[in-house]
């Protein structure tokens, strides 16, 4: 995997079954870096790529491959601001497989793994070298691929202006999923929805497995707030798919309420979008890890207007710190309508509005999502998770 994909879930629940060979990723910290609180953003970031759950001697990395890419394109701006996002993913990606290939190689044939797990755009020859040993392949797509494009640039023509970039997405991007996807013994996806879209971008039904996230909160959920006004909290990349036209609309219906709005996360619109924002919603911008803990705990309410989310751990965030979730079908499934939080159609402030003001209202259902919401999240532990994983390794015949 490259990055920490989910906190290392998958690599943590594999290694509880005794069924982890080797964990290859582009980066791991050292005991040296792990307790390195000062310093750059990219070192503080690498000071958090580890797991104690994982032994050492389970992990493959490429750290230094991987410092020497971000000081390349530290060091040649001009390069990294041509050159598209997708079209690095690729370069990385192709990249990462063959040093995993190259490692895998130097192995004597009784040392080998017996199967791969890999996540999409960094695993195609990887898969192909399994393929050619004839071992089991499992790819995870973590999102809705062609259809999440597809609706980025239908909002994009219905809110024209609000994109800060409007780039297509390369095909060779799409043809490097669609190769990993061909190669793959199973397709995994994390929610309802991005099977859905796979299955229409010609993915074999029978081939996709859905495996929500896992999700372990850090301390007990807060005790719900005492105060008059309901603070609405979202936590997240603010880019036009996640909704937000209809967010800002929703909090203009609602100007009349004692209702606060909180959007923390990078900001991904353009300054003429940022400049329709209402006056009772407040912008924070990216937020360090223990102001967004501090967010969780003074919200009462939750809110992910996505259009498309392979699944959005932020729900799972939410409740485990005690908060009701209002949420479209467009992301993993994880509220259950009225009872944890509302499940409203995307693309849609009237019935958003209509959500939150009805909460604003019944403090009573309020209190009690909260509490329901905190045994929700006990449903994606990673015990469970393993459990998933167990059942999908023995049908693979991993």
Partial sequence: MIGAREHYAIPRAMHSLNRLHTLFTDAWAGSVVRRAGVGSSSIRALSNRYDPALPTDRVTAFTAAAIRGRMAKWFCKDRADSVDDYQEFLEIGTQFAKRVNYRLEQLPRSARPVGIYGYNTGCLETLELFRSWGLPTVVNQIDAARVHERLVIEEGQKWPGWQSTARRVPDEYW?????????????????????????????????????????????????????????????????????????????????????????????????????????????????????????????DVFVLPTLSDGFAITQLEAMA????????PNCGEVVTDGIDGLIVPARNAQALAAAIDKLAHDRTQLHEMSRKASDTVRRFSIDRLAERIETLLDCSSL
């Fill in 175 to 299: 043809q490097r999923l669609e190769a990993e996807w061909s190669m793959a013994d199973r397709v995994i996806v994390n929610s309802a929805w991005s099977r859905a879209a796979l299955i229409s971008q010609g993915v074999q039904e029978e081939k996709i497995t859905i495996i929500p996230l896992a999700y372990e909160p850090r301390r007990l959920p807060r005790l719900p707030r005492k105060g008059e006004e309901l603070v609405v909290l979202y936590v997240g990349r603010v880019v036009l798919e996640k909704g937000f036209p209809y967010l800002f609309d929703a909090a203009r219906l609602l100007a009349d309420r004692r209702i606060r709005f909180v959007v923390a996360g990078s900001i991904g619109i353009s300054a003429g979008a940022l400049a329709t924002v209402p006056p009772n919603v407040s912008m924070l911008g990216p937020v360090p890890r223990d102001r967004v803990e501090e967010l969780y705990r003074s919200a």
């Fill in 321 to 328: 710190h005690g908060l009701p979730v209002i949420a479209t």
